[in-house]
């Protein structure tokens, strides 16, 4: 019952601020798409789709945190819940045999200069430094390129990392729709 009300919420805020998600032959000819507004619950049934084990509370915790970085690096939240799909399967405690750490499998000596709350296995933490990353990269490399290089680093070698990304946020934007 409760996932019923959660999701009549979801849908009547959507209602409310009329919002409308580019259509799928946009996003996949590469056109800028416009952010569309988040709520940290929708952003938790999102991850929940994904990895249902998360307690209410995480969710809830990831998607403010989400929120949060995303507004302060000025980036889709849209975005960085498909990055997290993609990177982590929404796996906090996620870490990969290269050693990348967390939602958004961040290197740690990607994150050692920047000025984090707390080590990189928070959840916060982990979101801010990938929101980092990933914000400074499309700021250098525009915004294909720049998710790219989230995975690739500078040296980009094809579009299969973009292309899932492409393919989660386009999940993303279903999942909040439905």
């Given amino acids: 019952m409760k996932r019923f009300y ?3 919420i979801i849908a009547l805020s959507a209602v409310l601020l009329g919002r409308a998600a580019p259509t799928p032959e946009a996003e996949a000819s590469g056109a800028t798409v416009r952010p569309v507004a988040l709520s940290a619950l929708e952003i938790g049934e999102v991850l929940s789709s994904v990895n249902p084990n998360l307690s ?3 969710r809830l915790r990831i ?3 989400v929120l949060r970085s995303s507004e ?3 980036l889709d939240p849209q975005l960085v819940t498909a990055i997290i799909l993609v990177e982590s399967g929404a796996r906090p405690w996620a870490l990969s045999p290269k050693g990348a750490v967390g939602l958004m499998q961040v290197m740690p000596h990607m994150a050692e200069p920047l000025p984090l709350g707390g080590n990189l296995t928070t959840v916060e933490s982990n979101i ?7 914000a400074d990269n499309i700021r250098r490399l525009g915004e294909d390129d720049g998710i790219s290089a989230y995975f690739w680093g500078s040296n980009i070698r094809g579009v299969a990392y973009l292309d899932r990304v492409r393919a989660a946020r386009a999940t993303v934007r279903r999942i909040i729709e439905s």
């Fill in 56 to 58: 209410d509370a995480q």
């Fill in 72 to 74: 302060t690096h000025g």
């Fill in 6 to 8: 959660t999701l009549l």
């Fill in 63 to 65: 998607g403010r945190a």
């Fill in 128 to 134: 801010e430094a990938g929101c980092f990353i990933l």
